[in-house]
Structures are given as structure tokens and as C-alpha cells.
């Protein structure tokens, strides 16, 4: 943090000495039709062409985003609502080669962007507020960017693109990058009061209220608060909490500074793997029987609350109510001042708070009561301290732990491990750069980008949880003859997988771009970045022991205990990224460009933590890009089309098995493909937009750090990732003389895919259909209807991520939730 503070200071001091400096230079507000030019369209050519976008441009200021040399999505705060998405991940699905599987619920989604191999988490988004990223690091294990930050009616837009030059600004993200811009109140007093209610019990309540407060001062307040049951009932609030978000803007002469805070308190339910028929080759049937997969859950009453032990004398309590819920703080100054000839930007933001997980992790598929009853037999019977203690074990009882009786030999039951998960986490992040026009047309940038992040963690994995394999299941408690407890409280296995470790992070990057209008129609621009990265960790040392010293409580031993001791691990870092690119128009409003792209992804902490106590190094991911688009814009029809070629080196992944191991493997992959995304109006009132991507990934390089995983995936097709994706969204507007009423509609289809990397687990592909309507009466009143699945399709997400290949009649996966409906009015003032 010292590396840090001066210029931080400096920062904020340079935007407070500009507060005071222009605070009485002039009382009036500067000229509007000065200050929203570039947002009015002109006469006589189509609105859209006139969009302005700032994400991605290494100008002090926005450009059009027809004259973008890169793929970016727009959204306005209606094209955000009428996509319905359920939680910001989803959002990414109006962005063409970003598939986000969103059916663990609000938080924790696995984001796939095209070409860009994970298996998991979302190693390649990054969540912006205003330009600056809500965490340097955009994923670290239980925590990614979308999962600490929520949509409401404080955000007037946002802005989305694929690679681009983002490579270079910022916290340098290859991938997907979406950018959230706050509502200033500039535009006119505004507010409204908004009430929802959805499948669920679902309640939400909105408010926001912005204007002007002073000549050439703004002000806006917003926020919600909400809680529901959700589609899948798990008899108590499956989301439950508030955000609240305020800004302050002040208008300088040419320039001016907001000031942002937020606080986000949410608890949301997280939602993995249930069991799924399936054929005998693994590939998914349908329903379990029993369990809806579009409906049920895992959690209940029954399963709610929880004691771990996690060392002799210690507890950790689970309240599975809490979620992987975020209780977070965010402040930040969006500073932009033209000094003389310098146009100067600075975003500072700062983040601090807790991200904990309570929840279900599933593991093998379910069994009968009997069969379980046999393998502990067995369990018990095997282990010579047991049989020491109590002889040897003939039979077993299962009871249910609410006193209800017995179980039925032929009852299905799976285990589940209640998993605790709590990371305190900081953030202060700064990027600061300056812009000028060198010659008329030729604009020369430079600047810094500064990151100090940290994450307190700890962590109790690995234990089981014995229960029907049923919706809303009871927990069973299993004794044999010879006094052995199998499940106690249903608790049948301990903590294999302990941590309490501490981590901080530093960036320091430097970048120089260089933008060249030659002529009217070529324009031509550069970008170089170089950053330092420095972790250091402190990991708590485990060992293996048994709760306590009866050999007959068979769920207690061989857990997974901190010692009280440490250990330090250090990595440096370096790495230069670049971007290179140009425009070429064929009409004002055609533009044909290419771009290439060397950028990085620095390893995270997790990725440090894996290499502790061993002599290797987390790589550095070295992600090449060539894409190749037009873009093209007139009243009737817009299309944003490219094609690509991604080529990636030194990715290292985990993978955390039914049995508690970890598996390493590095690999590295090269894909093909196409984005588009365009809008056809052929007549006044109605739009057919449409969206998708097509891409061919294969593994290269591959190489199993344990007997377990080996060579054979090279040419396998990137997991979780379809070939093809593609959205198709039609809506009407028809005025009356009362107001009007704007129908609308989306239709999505997502490819095959796989789960794993082996390519054994299949992932049919699957379609949704998703509608709503809107009627506005006047200018103050709007009613709202959406309905998200109406078809009640079963898409899968996820497969059995514990293990290794596929399964055979019955496998676990996560499949996205079922039909919903929500309804709304909203009074606006």
C-alpha cells in the first residue's frame, strides 16, 4: 500500500484542487448544447450512428461506436430491463461470444468467453463501474467481478466489448470487459418508485431520484432492497438484501468530476449440480425421478443450518440462508479536466468488504438407502481401530434426523458437502492517463494503472452431508450394530480441505497509445502496456487428525486441520501487452477494421497458492488475438459483424475431486470464429434484433501434472464453450392516445457442449423462449410484465465437475431454472 498512497493522493488532490479552483470561476452551468453534442443526433441520419461509447478509447474522450476499430455492445437502461436478465452475468448474454451460465443463481456464474478456454469461474470479465474495475483480479476461487455488484436504476447504460483495446488500459483484460456508466443526474430531474412481484413470493422495491442541485452541481440517489423464495423454493429467502448508490457531479470548464459511493448487503443462494437421468452413455435423459430439475433444491428447512468441526473443540456454524451473498462498499472520483492542451483522466475506486459461501457442493451420484448402509459396512469393517473398539459391524439403522423414523432401504440418497467459505477483501485501484492532439487528427496518450488488492481467507471444504435425493431433502443420521456413527447430525464426512491463508496484490502498469486520422476514411492506432505484478501470500499449514479419540465416530476422522503455523509465498511478475488496429470507411457510416491483440493474464491468488511448497511457478497466460469486422448503420438495418483467430499459452487449471484430491494440468488452446450482432427495422415501430457467434476451439499443448489427467486432450473442443449461440429478439411499439404498449420477445438457442475437458461429459444444447410487455400511461405511469423459460426447458450448465469423465443412468448437473413471470409498476416524477 505505501508503493501506492502518493499517487493516490495526488489523485484525489488534483480533483479537489479543481472543485475549489472552479467552484466560484463561474455560477452558471457551462453551455449544455456544449457538453451533450456528441449525443444528439443530427438531422436526417439514423440515431444509433450518432451512439458515443468511452469504453476502450484511449482518447480523454468518447467516439462513435460505428467508428470503434473493435467489437462493442451498447445496452440503455430499457434494452438492459427488457433483456430480463437474472442477475448481472446474464446480462452477457446480449454480448455476442460471451456465454455466462448463470443457474447457480445471483452470484458465483461461470463465464465463458469465446476462445478464451476456462472451465469455470470468470477468468476473463472484468465488472466496471464508470471505467474502473470492481477487482483488479477478475476472478479469485468462490469470488468473480458480477457477483459483487448488482443492476438497478442508478446505472444509465452499459458498454461491453470482446479483447479490443482494453488489452492495454485499465487492469489490462484480454477478454470481455463490461462497463457499467452511473446516471449523473445532468440529463433533468428525474425519479421514480418502483414495485415488483415475481414467481417466488418475489418482492422488490426500487427508488431513485436525480437532478440538479445547484448551478453546475448533480446529485442522484438509488437503490432497492428485495427478497424472494426463487423459482427453485427452498422454503426460506433464496435472495435477501439492499444496495444503495449516490453520486455527486460537479461541471468544471471543460471537464468534471463525479464522485460515487455504493454499498451492496445481498445474500443469494447458490445453487450446484443435481442428480439427472441419463442414458447409459451418459448423455442427459431428463428428470430424476423425484426431482424437478427445473424446480428443486437441494436446501429446505432441514438443511439450513449446520455445525462443521473443524478441530478438536472447534466449530464453524453454516447458515446456508447467507449464501454466496457480498457485503460490500465501493467509492470512487471519475475525474476528466482538458489542461490547456491535455485532456487528463483519472478513475479511483476503492472496494472493501466480506464475500462468504455457505452452500452445497454435490459430489457421486445417488444411491439406495441399503447400498450406502453396505459400503459403510464395509467402511467400518476395514478399519482396524473400529473393529478394535466395537467388533465387527452386521447390519446398520438410518434414521432421519428430525425424529421422523426410519428410512426405506429403497429411498435414494446423495451426499453433499456444506462448504464455508468467508474472503475479507480490499481493493484500491487508479488509473490515471493524459491525451493530446499532437497535429490536427494525430492524438498521442500515456498513463499509469495502479492496483493494491488483497483477500483474507478461509476456507472448510471437502466435508459430506447425507441426504434424500429429493427437493427441499431430509438429512439421515446412520449407526451400526457395533456402536460405529457413520452420519451424525447428518454430517458423514469431515473438513478435507482446510485454509487459512492471506494475500496481496500489486499492479503497476504503463501504457502509451497513438491514434492517426491520415485521411478522411483510414485511421490507425497503437497501444503498448508493461506491468508489474507482485503477490505475496502467507498459507496456513494443515495437517490430518481425528476430531476426537473414539474410534468408533467414523465422520470426524482423518479431517483436515489448521496447524496455527505458516508459510510465505512470493511471485513477481512482468509482462507486455500491445494492440494494434485501424478503421476504414467506406461511407460515414460503414466501417470496415482489424485489430491485433498480445495480451496476458497475470496468475491469481489461487493459482499462486497452488504452486506453494513446490518448485513450480504459476505461468503467465500469453493470449494472441486477430479479428477482422465491419460495421454498418443506416435507418433500416445495422449490422456489427467479425471474424477471429485466438491463440493461447500457459493456462494452469485445477480441479477439486468427489474425494477431496486436486488435479493440476497446463494447457494452452486455438479457436476460430465469428460475432454479429445487428438490427433489422423494416418499418416504423418494429425491430428484429439479433445476436450470436460461432467458434471452433481446440486444446493444444496439454500436458497432466498427475497420472490422472495425461495428454489425450489436445483437439478436444474447449469445455463449456458451444460452437454455436445465437438470440433473436423482435419487439412492437403502438402508440395510443393514453400512452403506448411495446411488446417484445427473445428467443435463444445454445449449442452442444461439453462439461469437461475430456469431452465425456455432454451438455445437450437447448433453446429458451423469453417475452414481456410494457404499457406506459402518460408520462408517469408504466406497468411491466416479463416471463423468462415459458417454454420450461431443461438446459444443462454444468456437469459433474468432482469427477473424472462421464457417467452412466444417472448424472449430476446444474440446469438453468424454469418458467418465471414478474410484474411491475413504476411511477415516474
Known sequence: MQVHRPFLLSSITLAVLSLINQASAADATPNSSEVSSTLVAPENKPAEAQQVVVTGSALGRGLRKVDAPYSITTATEEQMREAAPLSTADLFKIVPGVYAETSGGQTGPNIEVAGFPGGGDANYVTIQLNGAPIFPAPTLSFMDNSSMFRLDDTIDHMEALVSGPNTVLSNGQPGATMNFILKTGEGGDEGLLRTTFGTGNARRYDAYYGGKISDGWFATIGGFYRTDNGVRDSQFPTNDGYQLTGTLTRLLDDGKVTLYARTLKDKNLFFTAIPVSASAAGVPTGAFPGFDPLTGSLYGNETRFFTIQTAPGQTQNIDMANGRGADVHTFGIDFNQKIHDWEVSNKLNYVSGDMQTNAFFTGSVPQTMSSYLNAALTKANGNSATVIAGGLATGGTATYTDGSGAVDPNQQVLNAGAWYVDKQIRSTTDELKFSKELMKDHTFTFGTFLADYSSQDLWYLGNSVLMTATSNPKPINVILNNGAVISNNGIDGPVSYAQHDSYNGQKTAFFIADQWKLNPQLTLDAGLRYETQRVNATLGNITSGNIDSNPLHLYNQGTSILTGTYQSVTQTDHATSLTLGGGYKLTPNVNLYARVNSGHLMPQFDDIRGDAGTSATAPVQDIKTYEVGIKAVNSEFSLYASVFHKDFTGIQQSQILTNGSTVWYNYGSQTNGALFEGAWRPFTNFQLAFS????????????????????????????????????????????????????????????????????????????????????????????????????NTLGLTEGDSRVLGAGSGVIMARPIFGRAFEASVTYRF
Open 692 to 791: 450470436g457467434d460461432y467458434e471452433d476451439g481446440k486444446y493444444t499443448g496439454f500436458q497432466g501434472i498427475d497420472s490422472s489427467t495425461g495428454t489425450s486432450n489436445n483437439g478436444n473442443q474447449l469445455q463449456r464453450q458451444p460452437k454455436f449461440q445465437s438470440r433473436l429478439t423482435p419487439s412492437y411499439r403502438v402508440p395510443t392516445s393514453w400512452g403506448s404498449i411495446k411488446m417484445y420477445g427473445t428467443y435463444s438457442y445454445i449449442g452442444k457442449r461439453y462439461s469437461d475437458i475430456q469431452n465425456q461429459q455432454v451438455l445437450p444444447s437447448y433453446n429458451t423462449l423469453d417475452a414481456g410487455i410494457l404499457a406506459v400511461v402518460g408520462d408517469k405511469l408504466e406497468f411491466r410484465l416479463t416471463g423468462t423459460n415459458l417454454n
